[in-house]
């Protein structure tokens, strides 16, 4: 959107350009879910409850809290010890777990965040 203000000048494209990659690098560096390797060190938290803990996303070895997980450049899923299911959305930082129970089961809602 910036650019079409700026088509009168021959270089303001490249600036605006120059100016978005160092905006979109900053915002990959403070985010850390952009990472595609390492470690990944987030706290989340349930808005309503005020739950939290901390997660520890192994890129590397595709793994959560040294539990097996699915990793995509979209999505990271791993189940816990007792059938729970858990779905962070990597570019919002949203997770979702999906606990069974008797009663039919039930869903919990955090925002996960780097620590």
């Not at 858990?86 to 089961?105: C, F, H, N």
């Amino acid at each position: 959107m910036l650019a079409t203000f700026f088509r009168a000048k021959r270089g303001a494209r490249a600036v605006v350009g120059l100016v978005a990659a160092v905006i979109g690098c900053q915002i990959a560096a403070v985010s850390g879910f952009a990472a595609e390797s390492g470690l990944l060190h987030l706290r989340c938290v349930n808005a309503v409850g005020g739950a939290n803990w901390p997660v520890v996303v192994d890129l590397d070895h595709n793994q959560v809290d040294s539990r097996p997980a699915t990793i995509s450049d979209s999505q990271i899923k791993w189940q816990d010890d007792k059938g729970g299911i858990y779905e962070l959305e990597r570019a919002t930082g949203k997770l979702q777990l999906r606990g069974a129970s008797t009663t039919g089961g039930y869903f919990l809602h955090y925002e996960c965040h780097p620590e």
